[in-house]
């Protein structure tokens, strides 16, 4: 399974390609339209979210509600698109208004993709390179998570995820009894935080950095229940299910680092507080008394829940001006920008669960055949018997 995107952030949409999704699988537009709306929440976000309310359009591989195993075409569109219609070159422009809508970007923003994008393209203006390499992206990534996650839903794999810490507003309250549980705390609180008191202060931290002009990070944590064992491989590099994970989380925009399991914090502790402790009864079969792991041993799944970390620095773009240099005049100047989010660490919680989800479904899919849902669950339910009695 695989998927391309395309799409500039003020162009007429997004769209993305699913190749090798599996035939009989029950796909509708109102399950992908719900992981775009969680996307959409989130406290700490711009003016653009009140524009955009993102509906996905399935334009092909589906037909009554089921996948045919034909390429899947997935479209949202923007609605900002009607405000950028000259900028983007979709609407002539009239002698008078040339200069204004002309007017190149020429002033790159530190911690964006601005300047390194225009020397390698030759953009001498930074809108082509901004257009692209927005967050904006994301939306049509989480369409293709919503079908990925829909594939692991009737193989009994759950995804969830959650935000544990944004501006250094650490969630001590991070536990939760059932992937249910844990959907539904998430979806009530604003900055999908498992503590209601941490998700105060974390607003009150939104809150003051856009009042500073600034901007905050976080943290956020995916948890997948119910993968098999033995997923991924230890045989070669680049089949690690680790490393796919990892390099999934590292390609959302403005993450900087990943952990699975107790990661870091496994470099000051001794290997016997570390390693998961090996048991097995007839009902569950292999299972494990800790899961420091975080669900994987060996680039390969251990069958207990996957745990994956990952750390988003703050948005680029801010109202409190950072130093930079134009381009055209190589002058210093204070930036000044027009609008931006102050914290999407919410909503990256969202992207990175589907993300995740993506990685997943591809690798159970790699393992356990591709070509048909009612095959694949078979294949997959003989291999959890096998791996029980192992
Ligand atoms: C959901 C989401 C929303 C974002 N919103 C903004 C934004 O409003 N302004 C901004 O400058 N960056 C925003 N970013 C981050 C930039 O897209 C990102 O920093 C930029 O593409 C540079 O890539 P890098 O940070 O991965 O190096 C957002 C990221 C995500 C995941
Ligand atoms: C549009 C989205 O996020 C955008 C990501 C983004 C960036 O630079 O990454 C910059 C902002 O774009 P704009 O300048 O148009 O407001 C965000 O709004 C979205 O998440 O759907």
């Known amino acids: 399974m695989r998927y391309l995107t395309a799409g500039e952030s003020h162009g007429p949409q997004l769209t993305t390609i699913l190749e090798g999704v599996p035939a009989g699988l029950e796909l509708t537009a109102e399950q992908i339209n719900y992981e775009l709306a969680r996307r959409q929440k989130g406290y700490g976000r711009g003016r653009r979210m ?25 479209v949202v569109e923007n609605n900002d698109f009607k405000h950028w219609r000259k900028i983007m070159g979709a609407d002539p422009i009239s002698p008078e208004e040339q200069e204004d809508v002309k ?17 390698k393209y030759g953009h001498r203006d930074m809108r082509n390179v901004l257009e692209r390499s ?11 998570g919503a079908v990925a996650k829909t594939i692991l839903a009737e193989l009994g794999i759950k995804v969830g995820g959650h935000v544990l810490e944004i501006g ?27 503590d209601p008191e941490a998700a105060e202060k974390m607003m009150q931290a939104i809150d003051d950095a856009k009042k500073a002009g600034d901007s905050i990070g976080g943290i956020v944590e995916v948890i997948v229940e119910g993968m098999p064992i033995g997923v991924g ?21 403005a993450f900087k680092g990943v952990e699975i399991g107790i990661g870091f914090e496994s470099a000051h502790l001794p290997g016997s507080q570390v390693h998961d402790e090996i048991q097995w009864d007839e009902v569950n079969g292999y299972t494990r008394r800790t899961n420091n792991a975080g669900g994987f ?18 948005i680029p773009t801010l109202y409190k001006p950072l130093e930079s240099v134009d381009i055209d005049t ?53 291999h959890n018997e096998y791996a029980k009695d192992f």
């Open 50 to 74: 009140q524009i955009e309310k993102d509906q996905v359009l399935i334009t092909s591989g589906v037909r009554h509600g089921v996948t045919l195993g034909a390429p899947i075409a997935l």
């Open 103 to 119: 007017r190149k970007i020429t002033r790159p923003r530190p911690g964006h993709a601005d300047l390194n994008g225009a020397i």
């Open 134 to 144: 927005s967050a904006r992206e994301t939306t049509v990534r989480v369409a293709a």
């Open 168 to 194: 250094g507003v650490k969630a001590q309250k991070t536990q939760y009894n059932t992937m249910d549980e844990l959907q539904k705390v998430t979806e009530e609180s604003p900055v999908r935080c498992l």
């Open 233 to 253: 491989s230890y045989v070669q590099y680049d089949r690690k299910l680790e490393a796919k994970l990892g390099a999934a989380i590292m390609s959302i925009n």
């Open 297 to 314: 041993e060996g680039g390969m799944t251990t069958g207990m829940p996957i745990v994956v970390r990952g750390v988003m620095k703050p």
């Open 330 to 382: 190589k002058e210093p100047f204070k930036a000044s920008i027009e609008r931006s989010d102050s914290c999407a660490v919410p909503a990256a919680s969202v992207v990175a669960e589907a993300v995740v989800a993506w990685e997943l479904a591809q690798a159970i899919l790699e393992q356990f055949g591709h070509d048909r849902m009612d095959a694949i669950k078979e294949n997959i339910q003989r």
